[in-house]
Nanobody, 124 residues
Framework: QVQLVESGGGLVQAGGRLRLSCVASGRISRIDDMGWYRQAPGKQRELVAKITSAGAANYADFVKGRFTASRDNAKYSAYLEMNSLKPEDTAVYYC??????????????????WGQGTRVTVSS
């Protein structure tokens, strides 16, 4: 019952910067961990960053020092600031959230929600 929408992807030159946003909506009771994942053509989806409800972030080794993940619980939003982008960062980036929501029947539902993804293309 939670919907996630990512935005901010696009085409950028190597060394450039993008800021991705993710906004959650729905009958949200609570959102615990949120995360950013990416999937490049022909590859498995991989974790980029994980953010706890308190805002503590941890990162995959390949983005440490370049990306910053954060969240704003009041806005039900998460962000990924991507700096010093490399061509190998090219992928569809997905937001996820571990959430407790209330379905139309009034029942609590625990779920891992995913957004539709936003494309990031880094040119040489």
């Amino acid at each position: 019952q939670v919907q996630l929408v990512e935005s901010g992807g696009g085409l950028v030159q190597a060394g450039g910067r993008l800021r991705l946003s993710c906004v959650a909506s729905g009958r949200i009771s609570r959102i615990d961990d949120m995360g950013w994942y990416r999937q490049a053509p022909g590859k498995q989806r991989e974790l980029v960053a994980k953010i706890t409800s308190a805002g503590a972030a941890n990162y995959a080794d390949f983005v440490k020092g370049r990306f910053t993940a954060s969240r704003d619980n009041a806005k039900y939003s998460a962000y990924l600031e991507m700096n010093s982008l490399k061509p190998e960062d090219t992928a569809v980036y997905y937001c996820n959230a571990d959430a407790l929501s209330i379905n139309p029947s009034g029942e609590w539902v625990a779920e891992r929600a995913w957004g539709q993804g936003t494309r990031v293309t880094v040119s040489s």
